[in-house]
């Protein structure tokens, strides 16, 4: 294949287009490996413009390996809240300490021992080893996976799981490696910007190189195949104060969906039942004078939620597993988005201020 035959060429003209263009992200300015390893979890499934306010805050809390694998995990989904995807979170702080534990505060620079570390898959491995270890290892993602298939006319479909390995061994053919990290984040910045899912390929650096391009087939790939319909759930939250303002919340199990974060009472719809009636079911307890607060729809990865919630004031008594909690108490609690997008509703309706 011409790219394969050209490589040399690719690869300068891929890195001098990165070095040149490149985004300045606080990622960037360093070459600390905890610090990359923190920016590529947050970045999975998350945009960058997000991700920045994210990650200063989180360096700026936890500044070190000992740092993070010493601070309570409440703290740390704390500093998440709002991120999504909450297992990162508790799977970043559990490899930290396996960091800390067994290599003596060392991130391995190496794959073998680097890929053994809680929620280090292949593209966190390869990431962290490229960028700040300068070791030539592929870190093949989504971006990585649209641009090598248009470059090289790869027509398997990237949605099934065996079709990466193609794609890191094609990495592995043509990475740098006297520079793997500018070759990898060059490859990742191209399917940031460029090469998108509507790709702008006059403004591309290596377009002589591809052959989607000069065949006209660049809009039809990659081949993806179409995810399963999401299960879509609808959910009807309770934000109940009692006389002494305080409000009643739980904390979600350790394990399952967004594990260990607080929430209002929270029950799933069944049928035409009222609201009233959902809340006696699940609770035991009468609840009344509720009013709508808020609707809205969240998404997650794998199911829908469609929210309702109401206003009460009228329980006084916490069902099992449930606490009455002050304002600023709430606050400091690592909640999950829909629950943050409540307490934000909550906090406009009744003035409330926060030490938070």
């Not at 704390?78 to 003596?104: C, P």
């Not at 739980?250 to 009233?276: C, H, I, K, Y």
Request: net charge negative.
């Amino acid at each position: 294949m011409q790219l394969f035959e050209q490589k040399e060429n690719f690869r300068k003209a891929l890195i001098t287009w990165y070095l040149t263009e490149k985004r300045d992200l606080p990622w960037r300015r360093t070459n600390n490996p905890y610090y990359i390893w923190v920016s590529e979890v947050m970045l999975q499934q998350t945009r960058v413009d997000t991700v920045i306010p994210y990650y200063e805050r989180f360096i700026e809390k936890f500044p070190t390996l000992a740092d993070l694998a010493e601070a309570k995990e409440e703290d740390v989904l704390k500093m998440w809240e709002g991120l999504g995807y909450y297992s990162r979170g508790r799977n970043l702080q559990a490899g930290v300490k396996e960091v800390v534990a067994e290599y003596d505060g060392q991130i391995p620079g190496n794959r073998k021992d680097i890929s053994r570390l809680k929620g280090v898959g292949p593209y966190t491995a390869g990431a962290v080893l490229s960028i700040a270890f300068g070791v030539p290892e592929h870190a093949v993602d989504g971006n990585v996976m649209r641009v090598l298939s248009r470059l090289l006319l790869i027509e398997e479909d990237i949605a099934i799981p065996r079709t990466r390995k193609i794609f890191e061994d094609v990495v592995m053919e043509l990475i740098d490696e006297e520079d793997p990290s500018s070759f990898n984040q060059g490859l990742m910045e191209l399917g940031a910007t460029i090469c998108t899912p509507n790709p702008r390929c006059l403004l591309c650096p290596v377009r002589d190189f591809c052959i989607a391009f000069h065949e006209g087939k660049q809009g039809e790939l990659p081949v993806k195949s179409k995810k399963v319909r999401m299960k879509t759930i609808p959910q009807v939250s309770f934000a109940i104060r009692n006389p002494d303002g305080k409000w009643l919340m739980r904390q979600r199990p350790t394990t399952g969906l967004l594990a260990n974060m607080w929430e209002f009472p929270m029950v799933e719809s069944t049928g035409d039942a009222s609201a009233e009636e959902l809340f006696r079911a699940a609770y035991g307890l009468e609840i009344s004078n509720i009013k709508p607060l808020l609707d809205f729809t969240h998404i997650f990865s794998h199911l829908t939620w469609n929210m309702k919630s109401y206003l009460s004031t009228t329980v006084k008594e916490a069902p099992e597993g449930f606490k009455f909690l002050s304002n600023d108490e709430v606050e400091a609690l690592p909640k999950a988005i829909p629950v943050v997008k409540i307490w934000e509703e909550i906090k406009k309706t009744f003035e409330i201020n926060t030490k938070g």
